[in-house]
T-cell receptor
Framework: KQEVTQIPAALSVPEGENLVLNCSFT??????LQWFRQDPGKGLTSLLL???SQREQTSGRLNASLDKSSGRSTLYIAASQPGDSATYLC??????????WGAGTKLIIKP | KAGVTQTPRYLIKTRGQQVTLSCSPI?????VSWYQQTPGQGLQFLFE???????NKGNFPGRFSGRQFSNSRSEMNVSTLELGDSALYLC??????????????FGPGTRLTVL
């Protein structure tokens, strides 16, 4: 059974720092991995989608990597801003065609 | 292009009642998936519909059901509500035929409270 873990559960950093969020999965047989952000009381916003054949995806200050062999994905945020404060979730599409979610990392960027 | 819309945004029900939630996908999207989000269990996949057919279902009891109409709008129904059904229910849509293989676009969710 696929399990997705995100560590740490919470992270607080000063504005301007570069940071890395981690996502690990137990079964490497995934079709893709997607990163989202969720603002309090709101739905999810898709950030990056990495297909299983890809190693990384980039969008603006965000870069996500995928290493299936080690069961890991990382989301790199460059030059963090207070507006980046949110909960970041990763989800893996497993071999049973189900999206399995991590519990999220709550990120706070201090001005 | 309008995003995914969900109605109602908030709902309060009592145990034993049933509830129907609605989701309108982005225009042109034919895949709609549903998720339950609770503080204890996090996000869990409920089911996915494509062209009026359920393609996959998560590990939820039969009290949770759904359907999709010819215009791709989808409804989710929960019968015999229990306190543990209190949650944020999210739906997402995606384009093409790839469904969950493609990027998912989420609605704002329906907050269901069961008393």
């Amino acid at each position: 059974k696929q399990e997705v873990t995100q560590i740490p559960a919470a992270l607080s950093v000063p504005e301007g720092e570069n940071l890395v969020l981690n996502c690990s999965f137990t079964d490497s047989a995934i079709y893709n991995l997607q990163w989202f952000r969720q603002d309090p009381g709101k739905g999810l916003t898709s950030l990056l989608l990495i297909q299983s054949s890809q190693r990384e995806q980039t969008s603006g200050r965000l870069n996500a990597s995928l290493d299936k062999s080690s069961g890991r994905s990382t989301l790199y945020i460059a030059a963090s801003q207070p507006g980046d404060s949110a909960t970041y979730l990763c989800a893996a599409l497993d071999s049973n065609y189900q999206l399995i979610w991590g519990a999220g990392t709550k990120l706070i960027i201090k001005p | 292009k309008a995003g995914v819309t969900q109605t109602p945004r908030y709902l309060i029900k009592t145990r034993g009642q049933q509830v129907t939630l609605s989701c309108s996908p982005i225009s042109g999207h034919r895949s709609v998936s549903w998720y339950q989000q609770t503080p204890g269990q996090g996000l869990q996949f409920l089911f996915e519909y494509f062209s009026e057919t359920q393609r996959n279902k998560g590990n939820f009891p039969g009290r949770f059901s759904g359907r999709q109409f010819s215009n791709s709008r989808s409804e989710m129904n929960v019968s015999t509500l229990e306190l543990g059904d209190s949650a944020l229910y999210l739906c997402a849509s995606s384009g093409d035929t790839g469904g969950l293989y493609n990027e998912q676009f989420f609605g704002p969710g329906t907050r269901l409270t069961v008393l």
